[in-house]
């Protein structure tokens, strides 16, 4: 009898459907250089440039009355909820000064893996981040 019920709260426990992923809090890039926080904005998961190492002002941005403009405080990245521990949307590459669709996905909850796409998705990059503090 006991058998048979801790096999049944071992088969409840693997019934469950695994937690969602957050990405809300600061993560910081592969290179190392840019530190990003991602918070809620209006249902959809936006990153903010907190920190970056080396260029300082968005001055390869598209829009030449924004490339003065300090990198810290640039949203880079828009994302709106794409199925389990998935999002999809923008990211802005300050370092070209290009916005391309892209992806976001949490493999667990200290790594993200972001990648930005061309060509209508034919062509992608991938990063992966990871979480601090």
Not at 19 to 43: E, K, L
Request: glycine share 10%; aromatic share 6%.
């Amino acid at each position: 009898m006991k058998t048979s019920l801790i096999l049944a709260a071992l088969a409840s426990l693997i019934a469950l459907p695994a937690a969602a992923q957050s990405p809300t809090g600061t993560f910081v890039s592969q290179s190392g250089d840019t530190r990003v926080r991602f918070a809620d904005c209006g249902g959809q998961i936006c990153g903010t440039i907190v920190a970056a190492r080396g260029q300082t002002t968005d001055e390869k941005n598209e829009n030449a009355s924004l490339r003065s403009l300090a990198l810290v405080g640039v949203r880079m990245i828009t994302m709106r909820p794409a199925g389990a521990n998935a999002w999809e949307g923008s990211l802005y590459n300050f370092q070209d000064g290009k916005t391309y669709s892209g992806r976001m996905t949490m493999p667990n909850a200290d790594s993200m893996s972001l990648s930005g796409c061309v060509l209508g998705g034919l062509v992608c990059r991938s990063q992966t981040w990871t979480r601090v503090n």
